[in-house]
């Protein structure tokens, strides 16, 4: 990969972005088009600099990821519709500095657990509040699922929150007869990724043979809570088909560019595998 002064910019935010996959999944892409463009990782403690940086050296266009993907949008000139009901940015793309925001993680969630089952009258739990879990909880509802939003917390202001702008239910982690109960279960808190990999939102003891079992954790591919259900004879989706997915998406904002499928999924599951 060869850079100049004509090279775009791109690049992930966020605390940590260690663990990151997008620079090889992006790089390969835009090597494999020929694309003058160039994705790096950037550990941001202070993202009013940050955005102020990108800004100034006009950046082509940046993922966000946590704990920044509610904070940023304070820092744009305009904000996609879809984002905004979600309440949470995941893109940004920069066009003649102007910073506008999108989000394609409810895209990538939607299109990768639909392959797997129809959302629509399903009972759906999803365990966590954070950015991640604004886009899934718009994702299901827009698609006419039953939503309930657990959290760690019994008295959590943040879950109810979110749980009144979805227009759902809300109850702490504790309650696990609502993940026995449901459909479709999903973890979008940080359980089960580096160092909590030893973690789980529901024992297999809660799980039962034939729901879907979806975990937005990438890193390791297989987290325990998907090992347990896939021994439970749940249905099992990784985090790595919403992250390549929501990805593509990404790809085309900053490019306008078809990007190459099976490339970008091969080096997904190449790096994952280590």
């Known amino acids: 990969m060869q850079t100049n002064v004509n090279t775009r910019l791109c690049g992930i935010l966020g605390k940590p972005v260690n663990h990151s996959i997008s620079p090889a999944i992006h790089n390969a892409a835009f090597e494999a088009l020929a694309l003058n463009y160039v994705y790096l990782a950037f550990h941001v403690d202070d993202l009013e600099g940050a955005m102020r940086g990108m800004r ?76 991640a879990a604004r886009a899934l909880g718009f994702g299901i509802t827009e698609k006419g699922g039953t939503l309930t939003i657990l959290n760690r917390s019994e008295r959590s202001s943040a879950a109810a929150a979110l749980a009144a702008e979805l227009g759902c239910d809300w109850g702490p982690l504790s309650r696990k007869s609502t993940i026995t109960e449901a459909d479709i279960v999903v973890n979008a808190t940080l359980l089960g990724m580096p160092p909590y990999e030893k973690m789980t939102i529901a024992d297999a003891a809660y799980l039962r043979a034939g729901q879907v079992v979806y975990d937005v954790v990438y890193n390791p591919l297989e987290t325990r809570l998907l090992r347990e259900a896939a021994a439970k004879g749940c249905r099992v989706v990784p985090g790595s088909e919403m992250l390549l997915l929501q990805a593509l998406a990404q790809f085309e904002l900053w490019t306008g560019q078809t990007p190459p499928v099976d490339l970008m999924r091969t080096i997904l599951q190449e790096r994952l595998r280590g």
């Open 56 to 131: 100034a050296l006009n950046v082509r266009g940046f993922s966000v990821t946590m704990p920044h993907k509610v904070e940023v949008i304070r820092y744009l000139d305009d904000i996609d519709p879809i984002a905004q009901k979600i309440g949470a940015v995941n893109t940004v793309v920069n066009t003649d500095g102007l910073l506008q925001g999108y989000n394609t993680d409810w895209l990538g969630f939607t299109r990768s657990l639909e392959a797997v089952t129809p959302i629509r009258n399903k009972k759906v739990v999803i365990a966590g509040t954070g950015g």
